[in-house]
């Protein structure tokens, strides 16, 4: 692994980690700067590790199956769509029917 793995493969861990942070900021009383802030470090974080993955794949330097590689970014995949789909409810993009009518209105 170089460098640029390892780089990869830690915004990847940052990426989760800030959607878990964007979901429990998403409804508490915290300023909007930082549940943004968190939104966008999640989604540069997970993509640029999707993109990382499948780009050595698509090269040949991965040793990885397709069906590892599919196993490997499911848990970033689902991690980046929970944070649009949260982002996008507080943004007011659209309205999740099971969101309440406690929600902030950032």
Known sequence: MNLIDWI??????????????????????SPPLDFWVTVGLSLAGNLLYIVHVFARRA????????????????VPIVALLVTIVIAGEIGGLFHLPFAGADRRGI
Do not use: K
């Not at 990869?8 to 861990?13: M, N, R, T, Y």
């Not at 990885?64 to 590689?69: C, D, G, I, P, V």
């Open 59 to 74: 090269t040949g330097n991965s040793a990885l199956t397709w069906r590892e590689l599919v196993l490997a970014t499911l």
């Open 8 to 29: 990869c493969e830690g915004a990847g861990l940052v990426g989760m980690a800030a959607a878990l942070v964007a979901c429990s900021l998403a409804y508490s009383v």
